[in-house]
């Protein structure tokens, strides 16, 4: 019963045209049209036609309905106008979104003619609305559009739209679920599906008379669908089956909760309860109570039914007449709201029922419950304690305590059935209605949200009153909640004022609403938790800002006199006012040079037509073939959905269908398999494991040198050690792929030991984990250049401008890892025939494929057949990673003796595939400051490459050969060295390495732009530093050598274009005029900015060998094979225009036409050894080689012509000679002219005919010239806005100009460059593989993983393709369009950087250094600009300007970028010098010092008073102005002999004195509460038999164990929520009171105020084993969770009562002691030497930071330093300088090579540093402890900064 439309479609023969691509509805891959009986109506619209996604949509609730597929509107012959434009305007490349595309435009043309009935209504952006679900990774969406705009264009015939239309008639819904058959009687082959007799009508509930009255079916394993009609029959149903499944649109179910469902199904084997549920399911999609709406204008209340989709909720709002709400804006802003919940082809199917049950049961992050929320709507609900149904406030009943679902004892659970709204507040009169909702989210279209709000206000415009607010906030990962802390602050403003209207408004008010917010809220999210945090007060503070300016608008009369009601300042209202909407695709052009089409009438009419309507300019200097506009689809079978892919290839009888048994694991040995349990499931044909292999388990396939290769096993062997997490350890074959994948989720993996995974660039650094794959490049001596800048930089005086002009900067430049994202997942199917194999592959290599599958079935070679025809996108994924599948999918044929099929799902290819490389990049340049000249760059540069070489040395040496770009550096020094780690291993990906070299290059001359001032723009940086031209427009050098693994000549800088594609791009797009309207934009606007950038792209392509063979048959037909895939670049559609062109030489009258040619699959048996389709240039190799074999047959027929000629001739006039027949050469391209009288299928006939006999099948092998290597160049200019409030961004604008050279198919290229600059606007702004840092992809598919959207597009977009008809290395002076143009979208990237630096001028004031001190990673998510642009709290004012107290910020720990631990002196100086680089900075050491941060009051000690006067004066008179500077120590803290080591002094705001009520109770705001109990149950140290615990009493053995686990561990528990509470602990506990540690650990102290912090450590027997570090802060106690992966024997650390002064030493003997019997914990602890405590420390803290927080960069001072000191064994308090010096050390860390500025922004001389580390006595102090050679690093700042750089590991995800 589980099956969906999409299974059960492709299950058919043919109706294969819709595809699967994610199997969540997130990509569109599969919609399909489905109709409904009596069709949809809502007001006055009917939606006949619903466009949904067939993945999502269960077979069974189909019952009745019609189907629409791809099928059933095929091509121009049957009318389908939309598939014929889609192939016209070359809107499919890869095609395996297109069926998808036509589908979810045909429904909205069907259903939307009610606007107009010639359909003129629909408008571009209408249009791409229905598109908003649909995903394409090839075209950058605007043929897409264009091929639908074009059906409604006035110019265009209306009558094709109405064919359209016509199309779906057909879709007519029948009465009753009988009828359906009907519709089969056509067949399935007619594209309208039915349902299957086996499914249907047995066990009825009512004996099926009527669709409406229910009904039941049942499939033949008694699974049962039920579709009662009404509640009754409902819960009847449900009565007796308890546990069935209850569902509306099953979106829910099968997209967002994807993985739950596979797994239940899985597990349903072991699971009775499971199986019970899966095999009933109730679906309320009938109900009647659920359905239809009512509006009540006398109440303005609106009533709707829970079964009513979104899409219908939607276009009831928008039907309703203007005056139902209170305003239009109100009416406008649920519509825009609605609109950005997921995407049309969901809202189609999803319902609110469905949406606001997920909210209530799973805490799903609903942007309707909380847009329901801010509305105050109520709900009623029928069902569980309830007999009746009831109506509740939907806030209240969602915050009521959880629903649990199918749970057998809560049978009758909670039904929604209606909702109800009051759109419009009775009362008008004075009273005015505010409503706005806010979401922020990484893409624009389906795309959840990070936060989202919904705000309501009604203010009385009389007298400017707030009268009363509704905040709702939402998707925190628990129920949309009322801020009502937040509301009574804000009201407060209000009630306690005299002027009451003043205060709502004031400063004051805003401060004490956003805190309130602040304390309020803590998100459950585990990531992304401090984003989050500040998205709310954006929210909040839009809403403020909107709320005064409505205020003022609306109330004339108080203009004049009250504060409040002054008008918002222009600037503001950039927050407070949405910006104009984002039009995708608004405005675009495509222009190339147009050639000879005139003259090539027969090549195609399409061609023809295209090109008469492009807006080509003219060229015309090469007037022949090809140089053609062929679209890529120009057969039209893409876009018909009739082209067949590797898993649409029909499967032979016999087949089975297999999946993967997925590592649990990252890494480890694997001891055991256990299947028994997977084999024991109906259906399970075979468990195929590494045993089996007959040949090699090695499917490896690395042109890297010998050592770098590792085997990457098809199987992980017994005893063989798994590499990364998800590794393939065996395959289980089924009858269905269904079984298989269910079967393998319940085969049991056994490891031995535990090992922690190296994850990121910094482990795999510090373990020196190498690939063993480096390239460098170097040029001049960029050392010395590099020294004499640093000295002359540091000596001089750069404002004097008398210290020279060589500056020196350094900086830090980090990319993540990439995901392909092609849409036909990894597929092969295995066909075992007569000894031989046939592999069916979706490959870019089948010649790989055929050798390792080969190797791992131990044949030769030619035993194994490879073919593809064409694959649904690859880029560069499918060089290599398709492999293992391909040979897993063999040897299962090969055991088995059957065909089989392995296609992967999304996740598992996600999981398996890799990505493009993360990258790490210190780069350190000279530049002189006077000529804007880059004097040297040096670039020590680290990739992840994952477990094995792959392809790694590809991205290494091509981020080698083009680092450099396009820019003459004369002393250039790079090094690039692939890591080793416990991933997937990276692979090529689209411009592999060289978006990296483009990242680092344009970082560096965008940052020396920046620190050249006003006078150089960066473009002019970037102009001059140019390759320098010679007279003849050559670049006057080589390109570096790269020295490494492929040792790459240097490559002549020739046809250098770039100067003028430059000039050229600058006018055209408007460069200087942009860049003032952006500059005078941001000046206006306080909160959106905007940036312009242009970059350039130099790329190297390199050219291989190809072969060819052309076959001409009888009737004149042609076939040709060559050694290309086809994966979406069009490698056919040039390769048909160079044939024409070739064989046209052979000078007769008719030559061949496009029809009469055909292209073969690509197959090993015939084009054998065709190497890789990569590197951009397959399609000219294979022109070439199709030239050449096309010559080959024009040479064989010429003397054949010439004798038929001569025959023909003389029969006519033998007087007449050969003279002036026309073959003289004269004709085209050197050709002869055509003959007069011989046409090409005469001369085929005769030369086939059995006198001549010719051989008329013609090879070649096309080979290029020795170091046939040329670069390509193009230009893109970018103009972007950012929200700085959310860092959300939009591309306004994107120009790109790019030399093609003589494009052989411009309108193919002009494809390839849009199509790559949008994967690359991917990788620089959204697409995020989040990584955790146990080596588990955390974003395996379509919901976390987001590949641009059709409205991420730009709105102005312009494309041309450079008029080059002088490159003369290229076939047919043609140039590679594949990958050079992903480059371009650098330029967006660099956009983005300027827009931030606006935003920062605005904190900083103009001038500021620290405007420029910020990094920025790619990608530049929109959490990253947030960062980026330090617009915390602290700085929303309602001035405008920076709030002065934004370095301190109130800050709690999640609002910081960096957590400085350790509120002393070291920390408030790092406090301001890092807020005075741009990074927000939280000062933290213990509950204590949260209490003080969070109310204003800040402990300090002496020194750090004088620490702030050194460091800035106005620090200490801040906090003079905040408080009474109390000189009484009121703390002290003791060190292990119980000295006092200092005294704290306080400052306190009006001697107020906090009671600890209120501490415990903001500590639990900004801890998330179930982290927090108090423990009243604490007895001492008592050993249970599975919890013992170590308390670490003072302060430095908390310290000492702070370090060991790493205080961003610390951290990061108050972010993550990791921690279980005990079953009846949790709120309870916490309320019980505060405990004080000291009193229980130092009775005689227990009235000291500030009890010290306490960390336990707890190891927990659980399955998997966990690991906990307790840290108390004063009453609350935060628990640490580390989890190890195996099942071991419980084990607990526990000292006896009275051991909690355990020394270090007793410490770790204790845990020595009790883990020895406990392998799995061994090696942390036991396996490292004694004395090497920081290495331990690390171990811990890598193990730990598994967990630890995103992002999140951690200072350790304070504790650190006392830490370190015990580490020492010194036992002494860290001084001034050393904790200073420390403190800027790791704030080096933090912000990389800028550590020197550090100083400099702090005002500390340099000199004082040098003077502390010569300072002798401190040098003496740490002499004296020579053992420890930390002491001296302490003084030694650089080798301290290297130091830690060696040991870092950064999360993952942040590389
Ligand atoms: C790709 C994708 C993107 C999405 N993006 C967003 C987004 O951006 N914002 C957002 O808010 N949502 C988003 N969603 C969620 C979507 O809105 C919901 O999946 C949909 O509304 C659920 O409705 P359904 O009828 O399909 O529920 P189902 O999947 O059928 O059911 C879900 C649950 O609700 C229960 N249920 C259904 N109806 C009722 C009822 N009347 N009373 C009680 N229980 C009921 C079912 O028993 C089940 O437990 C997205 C979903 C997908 C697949
Ligand atoms: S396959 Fe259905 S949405 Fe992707
Ligand atoms: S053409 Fe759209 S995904 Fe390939």
Redesign the pocket.
């Known amino acids: 019963m589980s099956m969906s439309l999409n299974d059960y479609l492709r299950a058919q023969p043919f109706l294969r045209g819709t595809k699967n691509a994610c199997g ?3 990509c569109g891959a599969c919609a399909v049209i489905i109709s409904r009986p009596g069709g949809q109506n809502i007001g006055s619209c009917t939606n006949n036609c619903l466009a949904v996604n067939s993945c ?1 949509r269960p077979l069974a609730s189909l019952h009745g309905w019609s189907v629409k597929t791809i099928e059933g509107i095929r091509h121009k012959s049957q009318g389908a106008a939309l598939q014929q434009q889609f192939s016209r305007l070359n809107a499919s490349q890869c095609g395996f979104c297109t069926p998808g595309m036509v589908m979810s435009l045909s429904a909205q043309f069907a259903n939307d003619k009610g606007v107009d009935t010639k359909g003129r209504a629909f408008t571009k952006a209408s249009l791409a609305r229905s598109l908003d ?1 649909n995903l394409c990774r090839c075209t950058g969406y605007r043929p897409i559009l264009d091929a639908a705009e074009s059906l409604v264009s006035p110019e265009e015939s209306i009558a094709d739209l109405e064919d359209v239309v016509e199309q779906l008639k057909c879709l007519k819904p029948t009465s009753c679920a009988h009828d359906s058959r009907s519709d089969r009687e056509g067949g399935p082959q007619n594209g309208s599906a039915g349902i299957q007799d086996d499914v249907c009508d047995s066990a009825a509930l009512n004996s099926c008379a009527s669709h409406f009255e229910g009904f039941c079916l049942e499939d033949k394993e008694g699974a049962r669908w039920y579709q009662p009609r009404d509640l009754a029959q409902f819960w009847s149903v449900l009565g007796r089956h308890p546990a069935a ?12 909760y994807k993985q739950d469902k596979e797994e239940d199904l899985a597990l349903a084997a072991l699971d009775e309860n499971l199986a019970l549920a899966n095999s009933v399911m109730v679906s ?1 999609q009938d109900v009647v109570e ?1 359905q239809g709406h009512s509006w009540d204008a006398a109440t303005g209340w609106l009533d709707i039914g ?2 009513l ?2 899409s219908e909720l939607l276009l009831l709002v928008g039907n309703l007449p203007e005056d139902a709400f209170s305003s239009h804006v109100l009416r406008d802003t649920i519509i825009s709201h609605l609109s ?4 049309t082809l ?2 189609n ?10 909210a209530k ?1 799973k805490n ?6 909380t847009l329901l929320g801010g509305l105050e709507a109520v709900v009623h609900v029928v069902g569980g304690p309830r007999q009746k149904e009831e109506e509740l406030s939907w806030l209240e009943y969602l915050n009521q305590g959880n629903a649990h ?1 199918n749970n057998v004892e809560t049978a009758r ?5 209606r909702i109800r709204l009051r759109l419009k507040t009775p009362h008008t009169g004075t009273l005015s209605d505010v409503f706005q909702s806010y979401r922020a ?1 990484l893409r624009k279209g ?4 990070f936060a989202n709000a919904a705000f309501r206000a009604s203010v009385n415009v009389a007298t400017g009153k707030l009268e009363n607010i509704c905040l709702c906030i939402g998707a925190l990962g628990m129920p949309a909640l009322r801020a009502i802390e937040t509301e009574k602050a804000w009201l407060q403003g209000s009630a306690e004022s005299v002027a009451v209207h003043e205060d709502a408004f004031e400063q004051a008010t805003l401060e004490a609403a956003l805190l309130a917010l602040r304390m309020e809220i803590a998100p459950a999210h585990k990531t992304r938790y401090r984003y989050r945090v500040d998205l709310l007060s954006s929210f909040l503070y839009k809403f403020f800002l909107y709320v005064k300016d409505r205020v003022f608008q609306a109330s004339p009369s108080l203009r004049s006199s009250t504060a409040a009601t002054s008008p918002l300042s222009a600037r503001l209202r950039s927050a407070a006012i949405a910006p104009e909407k984002h039009v995708a695709l608004a405005d675009t052009e495509q222009t190339y040079t147009r050639r000879w089409m005139e003259k090539v009438p027969q090549v195609s009419r399409d061609v023809q037509n295209d090109a008469n309507s492009s807006s080509s300019t003219s060229g015309g200097q090469n007037d022949h073939l090809p140089h053609v506009p062929l679209p890529k689809d120009y057969q039209g079978f893409q876009a018909s959905g009739e082209a067949e892919y590797v898993s649409d290839v029909l499967e032979r009888e016999g087949t089975v269908y297999a999946a993967y048994v997925k590592s649990p694991r990252s890494v480890g040995v694997l001891a055991d398999l256990r299947t028994a349990a997977a084999k024991a499931l109906p259906g399970v044909v075979y468990v195929l494991t590494a045993a089996d292999i007959p040949g090699s388990n090695d499917s490896a396939f690395s042109l890297g040198p010998p050592d770098s290769v590792a085997p990457d096993t098809v199987f992980v062997p017994l005893g063989g050690r798994v590499l990364f997490h998800s590794q393939p350890l065996a395959l289980v074959v089924g009858i269905s792929s269904e079984v298989a994948r269910r079967a393998a989720k319940l085969v049991e993996a056994v490891f031995e030991g535990f090992e922690a995974p190296i994850v990121s660039i910094g482990d795999a650094r510090e373990a020196r984990s190498l690939m063993g794959i480096r390239d460098c490049v170097k040029r001049g001596d960029a050392s010395s250049v590099l020294a004499a800048a640093r000295l002359e930089h540091e000596n001089g005086d750069p404002e004097s401008g008398l210290g020279g002009e060589l500056r020196f900067m350094e900086g830090k430049v980090r990319a993540g890892f990439q995901k392909h994202f092609y849409l036909e997942t990894h597929t092969a199917y295995a066909i075992p025939d007569e000894g031989r194999m046939l592999i069916y592959s979706s490959t870019q290599a089948p010649q790989a494929v055929q050798e390792v599958v080969a190797r791992v079935l131990g044949t030769p070679m030619n035993t194994v057949q490879v073919k593809m025809r064409r694959a649904g996108g690859a880029f560069g994924a499918k060089a290599t990673r398709n492999l293992p599948h391909a040979a897993a999918a063999a040897v299962a044929a090969k055991v088995l003796r059957r065909p089989v099929r392995l296609t992967l799902d999304r996740a598992t290819d996600m999981q398996l595939t890799g990505s493009r490389h993360a990258m790490e990049a210190d780069y350190a340049v000279a530049y002189n400051s006077a000529t804007g000249l880059i004097e040297a760059v040096k670039c020590e540069i680290w990739l992840n490459g994952g477990f094995c070489a792959d392809l790694s040395f590809t991205p290494c040496h091509d981020l080698a050969a083009n680092l450099e770009q396009a820019y003459f550096i004369p002393n250039f020094d790079a090094s690039i060295e692939v890591l080793r780690t416990n991933l997937p291993t990276s692979t090529a990906m689209r411009g592999p390495g060289v978006v990296q070299a483009s990242f680092i290059i344009e970082s560096i001359l965008d940052n020396v732009a920046a620190r050249l001032g006003s006078h150089f723009t960066p473009e002019e940086v970037r102009r001059v530093n140019f390759f320098r031209q010679d007279e003849k427009g050559e670049g006057a050098s080589s390109s570096m050598m790269s020295t490494g693994c492929l040792h790459m000549p240097a490559t002549p800088v020739s046809h250098f274009t770039l100067p003028i594609i430059w000039n050229k791009l600058t006018s055209s797009a408007n460069l200087e005029k942009r860049r003032e309207d952006a500059h005078s934009f941001n000046r206006a606007n306080r909160w959106r900015k905007r940036g312009v950038a242009m970059t350039p792209v130099k790329f190297l392509s390199s050219l291989m060998p190809m072969q060819a063979t052309v076959n001409a048959y009888p009737d004149g037909s042609i076939l040709i094979h060559h050694g290309g895939c086809e994966i979406g670049q069009g490698i056919h559609a040039k390769s048909a225009l160079v044939a024409l062109r070739a064989l046209a030489k052979v000078g007769v009258l008719a030559p061949p036409t496009l029809d009469m040619i055909q292209f073969a699959d690509t197959n090993t048996d015939i084009i054998p050894n065709g190497g890789f389709t990569a590197a951009s240039t397959t399609s000219e190799r294979a022109c070439a080689a199709i030239d050449a074999a096309c010559q080959e047959l024009v040479n064989r027929l010429k003397p054949l012509r010439d004798r038929l000629l001569r025959n023909k001739e003389n029969a006519l006039s033998p007087a007449n000679s050969l003279e002036g027949t026309g073959h003289d050469g004269d004709g085209p391209d050197g050709g002869d002219r055509p003959s007069p009288s011989i046409s090409w299928v005469e001369l085929i006939r005769s030369a086939l005919s059995f006198r001549e006999s010719m051989d008329l099948c013609c090879h070649a092998q096309w080979r290029p010239e020795p170091a046939s290597h040329y670069h390509n160049y193009g230009a893109g200019l970018s103009e972007v806005e950012i929200d700085v409030l959310t860092g959300e961004v939009v591309l306004r604008a994107a120009h790109l100009l790019y030399d093609c050279g003589k494009s052989i198919n411009p309108v193919v290229d002009l494809g390839q460059v849009e199509g790559a600059f949008v994967q690359g606007l991917g990788f620089f702004l959204m697409e995020e593989a989040l990584i955790a840092s146990d080596g588990v992809l955390q974003s395996p598919g ?2 976390d993983y987001k590949p641009p959207l059709l409205p991420d597009m730009p709105s102005e977009w312009k494309v041309a393709l450079l008029e080059n008809g002088n490159f003369d290395k290229g076939f047919l002076s043609s140039k590679a369009s594949g990958e050079p143009p992903l480059i371009l979208s650098t330029s967006a990237m660099m956009a983005v950087r300027h827009a931030v630096v606006a935003a920062r001028t605005e904190i900083f004031g103009v001038g500021s250094e620290a405007i420029n001190n910020f990094r920025l990673d790619a990608p530049a998510t929109p959490e990253r600009i947030h960062r980026a642009c330090a617009a915390s709290m602290g700085r929303l004012s309602l001035n405008g300007t920076a709030g002065e107290r934004a370095w301190l910020d109130e800050s709690p720990l999640h609002q910081v970028d960096v957590a400085v631990a350790g509120a002393g002196l070291g920390g408030l100086a790092l406090a301001i010098a890092l807020d005075k680089l741009g990074l927000s900075a939280g000062l933290f050491e213990r509950a204590a010092a949260l209490r003080d941060v969070s109310q204003g009051l800040v402990g300090v000690t002496p020194n750090g008073l004088r620490a702030l006067e050194l460091i800035d004066p106005r620090l200490k008179d801040f906090l003079m102005e905040r408080g009474k500077y109390n000189t009484e120590a009121f703390t002290k803290t003791v060190d292990e002999e119980g000295k006092i080591t200092e005294r704290y002094v306080q400052f306190e705001a009006n001697n107020v004195s906090i009671p600890w009520a209120d501490i415990q109770h903001s500590l639990a705001r900004l801890v998330p509460r179930s982290m927090i109990h108090c423990s009243h149950d604490f007895a001492g140290f008592d050993e249970c038999e599975d919890h013992v615990t170590i308390y670490f009493k003072n302060r430095v053995e908390t310290a000492r164990a702070a370090l060991l686990v790493g205080v961003d561990g610390l951290f990061s528990v108050v972010r993550k929520g990791l921690v279980p509470i005990p079953e009846g602990r949790g709120d309870e506990v916490c309320e019980s009171g505060h405990t004080n540690w000291n009193a229980i650990m130092n009775p005689g102290e227990a009235s000291l105020p500030y009890p010290h912090p306490v960390v336990s450590l707890t190891y927990q027997k659980e399955e998997p084993p966990r690991f906990f570090f307790m840290i108390e802060c004063g009453h609350g106690r935060i628990l640490w969770q580390v989890r190890v992966d195996d099942p071991g024997k419980a084990f607990t650390v526990a000292p006896k009562k009275g051991h909690g002064r355990l020394g270090l030493t007793g410490v770790k003997q204790r845990i020595l002691d009790l883990v020895k019997d406990v392998p799995d914990v061994q090696p942390y602890i036991a396996a490292t030497p004694e004395e090497n405590i920081f290495e331990r420390c690390l171990l811990f803290r890598k193990s730990l930071q598994r967990y630890s927080s995103p992002g999140r960069r951690v200072v350790l001072l304070g504790d650190a330093a006392h830490a370190m000191h015990s580490v020492r064994g010194q036992g002494a308090n860290m001084t001034f300088e050393d904790a200073h010096c420390l403190g800027l050390a790791l704030a080096a860390k933090g912000v990389g090579p800028a550590a020197v500025r550090v100083f400099e922004r702090a005002r500390i001389p340099r000199a004082n540093l040098v003077q502390w580390e010569s300072n002798t006595y401190y040098k003496r102090q740490f002499e004296k402890n020579t053992s420890h050679t930390w002491a001296l690093k302490f003084l030694n700042f650089q080798s301290y900064v290297a130091d830690f750089h060696k040991h870092e590991a950064l999360p993952a995800h942040l590389l």
């Open positions: 969540e509805g997130g999502l679900g499944t209850v569902l509306c649109g099953n979106t829910g179910r099968s997209g967002v309320l659920l829970a079964g989709t979104l950005r919940v997921a995407g969901v809202r199917a999803g319902t609110l029922g469905g949406n606001l049950y997920m049961s799903f992050d609903s942007d309707l419950s679902e659970r909670d039904i929604l059935t989210a389906n795309s959840h949200a379509t919901w």
